[in-house]
T-cell receptor, first 113, second 114 residues
Framework: GAGVSQSPSNKVTEKGKDVELRCDPI?????LYWYRQSLGQGLEFLIY????????KSGLPSDRFSAERTGGSVSTLTIQRTQQEDSAVYLC???????????FGPGTRLLVL | GESVGLHLPTLSVQEGDNSIINCAYS??????FIWYKQESGKGPQFIID?????DKRQGQRVTVLLNKTVKHLSLQIAATQPGDSAVYFC?????????????FGRGTSLIVHP
């Protein structure tokens, strides 16, 4: 079946612009996670959605970052007033329930010039 | 091997050898552990998992060992192949108020020489 998909696959933007990254989780998965991965680094947790519960935003690095999940499915990560240090790969993962195995999308490679 | 938060190590092996990738975790409350493989330009891919009530689990060519006493996890790959070349991450899951947010190590780069 279809896995986690993300769009765009690559995004180049200018400093100060806003960007939106999209994640389509696996159908039926109730949990959705966003991570950030800088070159040669591990995964940095950003935000987590579980069903209709309030999201866990404890990993968001600043108030320029926000995310929403509509209808318990598609999620959008928004970065406002992008900075060069925001350049990274943004990964989305979903799982059937919290604590279960996460399945990752291919990521969105963001470059802020 | 790797430890959550430390410098990315590299393991070089010859094709056909067995590989062992190590991971030290920090929280004794962690009860679910996962190994992921990440190839260049792709997202992490699930390999194998293990829960804290087990100390060994086997998959196809892979075995995960868990030593809770010393908080150590290892991934063994039998008869390593060039296609196994990738970065391998371990992740520990810690339940906090009903929210499982895994902690990932920085990974170990496995290079398989033909």
């Amino acid at each position: 079946g279809a896995g986690v998909s993300q769009s765009p696959s690559n995004k180049v933007t200018e400093k100060g612009k806003d960007v939106e990254l999209r994640c389509d989780p696996i159908s039926g998965h109730t949990a959705l996670y966003w991570y950030r991965q800088s070159l040669g680094q591990g995964l940095e947790f950003l935000i987590y959605f579980q069903g209709n519960s309030a999201p866990d935003k404890s990993g968001l690095p600043s108030d320029r970052f926000s995310a929403e999940r509509t209808g318990g499915s598609v999620s959008t990560l928004t970065i406002q007033r992008t900075q060069q240090e925001d350049s990274a790969v943004y990964l989305c993962a979903s799982s059937t329930w919290w604590g279960e195995t996460q399945y990752f999308g291919p990521g969105t490679r963001l470059l802020v010039l | 091997g790797e430890s959550v938060g430390l410098h990315l190590p590299t393991l070089s092996v010859q094709e056909g050898d067995n590989s062992i990738i190590n991971c030290a975790y920090s929280n004794s409350a962690s009860d679910y552990f996962i190994w992921y493989k990440q190839e260049s330009g792709k997202g992490p891919q699930f390999i194998i998992d293990i829960r804290s009530n087990m100390d060994k689990r086997q998959g196809q060519r892979v075995t995960v060992l868990l030593n809770k006493t010393v908080k150590h996890l290892s991934l063994q790959i039998a008869a390593t192949q060039p296609g196994d070349s990738a970065v391998y991450f371990c992740a520990e899951n810690i339940g906090s108020g009903g929210s499982y947010i895994p902690t990932f190590g920085r990974g170990t780069s496995l290079i398989v020489h033909p």
